[in-house]
């Protein structure tokens, strides 16, 4: 971690920081609540300007005066691919390799399946799933069900004990790591070349979920030689609350997926109206129900929001600012927290790093964490709460994610001074705080 002079780190030096910053113009591209500092994007993206005009248009327009002639007059039917291949250029995946399609759920269980069918036919002896014990729930629910349909075992480890699970001699049984490259808990990000080269040696297929790397860190998917890949779209791409998600095959592994959702737009030839099933060339056959229209189009006005950093230095930009940002984030905790009983959950070497960073919550239960978060975003300082088993290990835990599309330095400074305002003053223990919503 970088350490920053004392004068770096008031108010006005942020403010200075934001004047300077090259990406500042990017944050004109969103509709901000006034009052509001949102760092949960790495929950929920912004609402891009675009979009509420994009999406009435799609609904009056093209659905309302083109009906059913939109599919083609207002290419529908090219939703999936085209926002697919802007998807594409943000995550290292070529032209017409990358479909965004259902959810992250659903695609996880698309790659996934495709990935055992495909090692167990190369090695029978493979049968085990691995995965890092903190994985988001979901995947591993996912696995679970997909080890249980084609007799294998879900195998999940602290994701330190990975290596040598796939070391020379250890690894021989493993058919799939499956991994989220930036954990969602702690913010730890993997090194997606160095663990596919591991997973490969072992002679096991990769798998990588990008929900919280798409967008936020640069990815290079074909770079890393990865196998599998799926990401959503709500996040860091802006989406919208459930946007459509994303998944990728390497070209290698294209022709010989056979994917368990075998739905009319996966088909060679949809408009046929064939009564079997002849799978597309391709990325197209992870395609499967129809797309969602109205979804895919505010998507896409999400996407355009990250690549307008093109001309500016791209996701290579991006990822600069995100470091200084969540630099500057702990730099602050370090000083106005010390003693407050949390910590930092997140690496402190930015190259291990997300675009977030978690504070636990003491293990001792003298802070109610989902209370303090509660009483943050009363001040207009949203971020998200974590919970976890309660343990020094896995803390129940504050996450505030930086996107630096529209995330400013004095963000980041004003919301370090507003928890550390709640803890000082207690405010965390009013009652209407410790009341549970049904989303945490």
């Known amino acids: 971690m970088t350490a920053l002079a004392p004068q770096d780190l008031d108010r006005a030096a942020c403010a200075a920081r934001d004047a300077a910053d ?9 509709d901000l609540p006034p009052g509001v500092n949102y760092l949960d994007g790495n929950s929920l993206g912004v609402l891009p300007r675009a979009t509420a005009a994009r999406v009435h248009d799609v609904v009056t327009r093209e659905w309302g005066q083109g009906l059913i002639r939109s599919w083609n007059s207002a290419g529908w039917i090219d939703l999936p691919r085209r926002v697919g291949d802007k998807i594409g250029r943000l995550v290292g995946a070529a032209p017409g390799e990358l479909v965004v399609a259902d ?5 996880l269980f698309k790659v996934l399946s495709a990935a055992a069918r495909i090692a167990q ?35 999940l480890l602290d994701i330190d004990a990975i290596p040598a699970r796939l070391a020379p001699g250890a690894g021989a049984d493993v058919a799939v790591l499956m991994l989220t490259q930036v954990n969602y808990r702690s913010g730890r990000m993997a090194d997606m070349a160095a663990v596919t080269a591991l997973a490969h040696g072992a002679g096991a297929l990769m798998l990588w979920d990008l929900a919280h790397s798409a967008g936020a860190v640069p990815v290079d998917l074909n770079g890393a030689d990865a196998d599998f890949a799926v990401g959503c779209g709500y996040k860091y ?23 368990p959702l075998s739905g009319w737009m996966g088909h060679a030839a949809p408009f046929v109206f064939e009564p079997g099933y002849r799978p597309a060339p391709g990325i197209g056959r992870y395609l499967c129900g129809t797309p969602q229209v109205i979804g895919m189009s505010a998507l896409e006005c999400g996407v355009d929001t990250v690549l307008a950093a093109e001309p500016l230095g791209g996701m290579a930009a991006l990822r600069a600012k995100s470091v200084a940002l969540s630099e500057l984030f702990i730099a602050l905790v370090r000083r106005h927290l010390a003693g407050s009983g949390l910590t930092i959950h997140t690496p402190l070497d930015a190259a291990r790093r997300g675009s977030q960073v978690s504070l636990g919550v003491p293990a001792d239960g003298s802070v109610d964490g989902y209370a303090v978060m509660q009483a943050l975003i009363a001040r207009g300082v949203i971020g998200d709460y974590r919970a976890g088993d309660g343990s020094a290990a896995e803390p129940h835990l504050l996450r505030f994610g930086f996107t630096p599309l529209y995330t400013r330095f004095q963000d980041v400074f004003d919301a370090v001074e507003a928890l550390a305002e709640v803890l000082a003053r207690g405010e965390w223990r009013e009652e209407r705080f410790t009341r549970r919503s049904a989303v945490t």
């Open 121 to 155: 036919a190369d090695d029978a002896a493979r049968r085990v799933i691995v995965s890092e014990r903190s994985n988001f729930p979901t995947d591993l629910y996912i696995a679970e069900s997909v080890a249980a349909q084609h007799g294998m075992t879900l195998e």
């Open 22 to 30: 090259p990406l500042a113009a990017l944050r004109e591209q969103f």
């Open 237 to 259: 791409l802006n989406g919208g609350p459930g946007a459509p998600a994303f998944c990728w095959a390497h070209p290698r592994h294209a022709e010989r997926f056979w994917q």
């Open 103 to 107: 959810s992250t759920s659903v695609n």
